[in-house]
Nanobody, 119 residues
Framework: QVHLVESGGGLVQAGGFLRLVCAASGSGFSIEDMGWYRQVPGQQREMVAV?????SAKYADSVVGRAVISREQKTVILQMSSLKPEDTAVYYC???????????????WGQGTQVTVSS
């Protein structure tokens, strides 16, 4: 089983900078896509940025030009600048993974970390 541990988040002023880190622990698996989603109470969870094991990252339109996602092995980092109050949400780390030697993929989610951007 894959366990995702998130760090970062908290209270940030509008116009400020955010860095979220997520590390996957466990053994015997590989990760395909890895990234970040966010959710506001009463709304659906939405993708912020996802980076595949190979290929280009994808970003939500709302964060293009403000977010950079990077990845090293089983750790993914999201950096966002020029934060806005509408970036306030619970941010969840996500990983699509599979056991070595198997083709079926599974989803894993972190516990979530609150990000609050004050105006």
């Amino acid at each position: 089983q894959v366990h995702l541990v998130e760090s970062g988040g908290g209270l940030v002023q509008a116009g400020g900078f955010l860095r979220l880190v997520c590390a996957a622990s466990g053994s015997g698996f590989s990760i395909e896509d890895m990234g970040w989603y966010r959710q506001v109470p009463g709304q659906q969870r939405e993708m912020v940025a996802v980076i595949p094991s190979s290929g280009s990252a994808k970003y939500a339109d709302s964060v293009v030009g403000r977010a950079v996602i990077s990845r090293e092995q089983k750790t993914v980092i999201l950096q966002m600048s020029s934060l806005k109050p509408e970036d306030t949400a619970v941010y969840y780390c996500y990983a699509e993974w599979r056991h070595y030697g198997r083709t079926n993929r599974k989803d894993a989610w972190g516990q979530g970390t609150q990000v609050t951007v004050s105006s």
